[in-house]
T-cell receptor
Framework: KNQVEQSPQSLIILEGKNCTLQCNYTVSPFSNLRWYKQDTGRGPVSLTIMTFSENTKSNGRYTATLDADTKQSSLHITASQLSDSASYICVVSDRGSTLGRLYFGRGTQLTVWP | EADIYQTPRYLVIGTGKKITLECSQT?????MYWYQQDPGMELHLIHY???????EKGDLSSESTVSRIRTEHFPLTLESARPSHTSQYLC??????????FGQGTRLTVV
């Protein structure tokens, strides 16, 4: 069964600190993995997208890694800011169909305190 | 910035009413999706479309219906709203094998 599991479920950190969010998946055949940021009451916004051959990708203070062998990904946030408070969702796409199905994790709810 | 728009952003409506949630995108994407998301939970696919005149049911059973008469427009309709339909509805579009762009969502409350 294709699944995406994220940990931790929620995380509280102080402003300026770093943190790492985890994503494990069983989706096969794998196409790509994306990290989205979703502010409360809004739609998800893409942070990074990685294909099978990419190990790491950065977007400002966000750095995503992918280990396609172990089917694990992480999102590292550096020097956190209050505006980083949001839900971070790991989304894995398969290539077993024309649609390119998206499988969503439940997200990690990050809260940054001043 | 993604050019996909949903209206209304918030809707409170009485049981039994018919509602239509609008979704429009100006990127020329063929694929469009509707997701349902309860607070703190993952997104569940309820409808998708490959292109004009193409609509399919998603993973999560839904009493809603959709139509795709124009590439840029993918409205979702509930003929008779019930409290169990209270949720956030997210519309998205994509090109093949590229990232999906999401709208801001419609938060629906049925009282």
């Amino acid at each position: 069964k294709n699944q995406v599991e994220q940990s931790p479920q929620s995380l509280i950190i102080l402003e300026g600190k770093n943190c790492t969010l985890q994503c494990n998946y069983t989706v096969s055949p794998f196409s790509n993995l994306r990290w989205y940021k979703q502010d409360t009451g809004r739609g998800p916004v893409s942070l990074t997208i990685m294909t099978f051959s990419e190990n790491t990708k950065s977007n400002g203070r966000y750095t995503a890694t992918l280990d396609a062998d172990t089917k694990q990904s992480s999102l590292h946030i550096t020097a956190s800011q209050l505006s980083d408070s949001a839900s971070y969702i790991c989304v894995v796409s398969d290539r077993g169909s024309t649609l390119g199905r998206l499988y969503f994790g439940r997200g990690t709810q990050l809260t940054v305190w001043p | 910035e993604a050019d996909i728009y949903q209206t209304p952003r918030y809707l409170v409506i009485g049981t039994g009413k018919k509602i239509t949630l609008e979704c429009s995108q100006t990127m020329g994407h063929d694929k469009m999706y509707w997701y349902q998301q309860d607070p703190g939970m993952e997104l569940h696919l309820i409808h998708y479309s490959y292109g004009v005149n193409s609509t399919e049911k998603g993973d999560l059973s839904s009493e809603s219906t959709v139509s795709r008469i124009r590439t840029e427009h993918f409205p979702l309709t509930l003929e008779s709203a019930r409290p169990s339909h209270t949720s956030q509805y997210l519309c998205a579009s994509s090109r093949q094998a590229t990232e999906a762009f999401f709208g801001q969502g419609t938060r629906l409350t049925v009282v």
